[in-house]
């Protein structure tokens, strides 16, 4: 085609077969005509007409179905993947992306209430861009997006799939707390920032000893519901092929056939981690309920 050039280099790479039923009589016919395709070198220019690089050695096996066999399907084995191989990736990547996601949010948040015009623009663009756009697209933006911007200007640099993902899901997540926390510290009535002044209180210690504590217990709620969301959301790093729990019952399903009871286990396991998640946050609004405490302490 006139006009495509390749630019700079590959940024993953998969295998890919061809399904059939099983003994059929064109397997052998269409393994014959790749191994001549490959033979010939076909194969080899036309990667490098596209790729504009040596093609990568192909396995005889993919690595997908390494140690499996066809259609062979295993509860214990299919528990094992999801919860030994994919809970913890699903885990490490919800709680750094809430992590950073909650200190973006809070900095984003007190810039919005700050009397500065243009720092207040500025984060009102952020906030409306990663709130009103999908976030599979800020993901394919940052994960396929951001590298070949950085080869346009002559700098070299990869996104793993990890740090891509941790990326775009705390910018995401940032752009939700940061509204959450901005309506929570604005709930606050005013007189108490004027009774802290008159106090001699500074600006900061009235935020962290009086609002801030009585902000963050009406903050809880709706952080413990963008925390659900976010256990949620994880799920669409699979689309870039980092293994986490939904990646792992894909992978699953490509070697046994059995989508309707791998897709229902890996559901199971979402409502587990969502359901415990809501337990903790609960218990934590309660136990950051004064009237809980004095209660306990009258008990007591």
Not at 5 to 29: D, H, R, W
Not at 94 to 123: E, N
Not at 165 to 189: C, H, K, P, T, W
Not at 262 to 290: C, G, N, Q, W
Request: with cysteine; aromatic share 12%; glycine share 8%.
């Amino acid at each position: 085609l006139r006009g495509v050039k390749v630019v700079g280099e590959l940024l993953t790479e998969e295998f890919y077969g061809i399904a059939l039923p099983k003994n059929s009589p064109y397997l052998q016919l269409i393994n014959d005509a790749l191994g001549r395709v490959i033979e010939s070198g076909r194969y080899d220019a036309i990667f490098r007409q596209w790729f504009g690089e040596k093609p990568p050695e192909l396995p005889l096996v993919a690595p997908a179905l390494k140690n499996l066999q066809e259609s062979r399907f295993n509860w214990g084995e299919l528990f094992y993947n999801l919860i030994v191989k994919g809970v913890p990736w699903t885990i490490l990547l919800t709680v750094l992306s809430f992590l950073f996601g909650l200190i973006g949010g809070t900095l984003v948040a007190i810039a919005l209430i700050s009397p500065y015009k243009w720092l207040k623009i500025i984060c009102r663009i952020y906030v409306d861009f990663f709130r009103g756009t999908p976030m599979l697209v800020q993901l394919f933006l940052i994960y396929f997006g951001l590298p070949g911007v950085f080869r346009e200007i002559g700098l070299n640099i990869d996104l793993d799939r990890l740090p891509a993902a941790l990326f775009a899901l705390s910018l995401n997540v940032a752009a939700y707390l940061a509204e959450i926390m901005r309506g929570g510290i604005q709930s606050i009535d005013n007189g108490q920032w004027e009774a802290c002044s008159s106090l001699g209180m500074s600006p900061v210690q009235t935020m962290r000893e009086v609002i801030f504590p009585q902000a963050f217990r009406r903050m809880l709620p709706p952080l413990g519901n963008e925390f659900i969301t976010l256990i949620k959301d994880t799920s669409l790093a699979a689309v870039i092929g980092f293994e986490e729990l939904f990646r792992q019952g894909q992978l699953m399903v490509a070697t046994t056939y059995k989508a309707f009871e791998i897709y229902i286990a890996v559901a199971l396991v979402y409502l587990v981690l969502t359901t415990l998640s809501s337990v903790v946050f609960k218990r934590l609004e309660i136990y950051m309920d004064p009237l809980h405490k004095s209660k306990q302490e009258q008990k007591a």
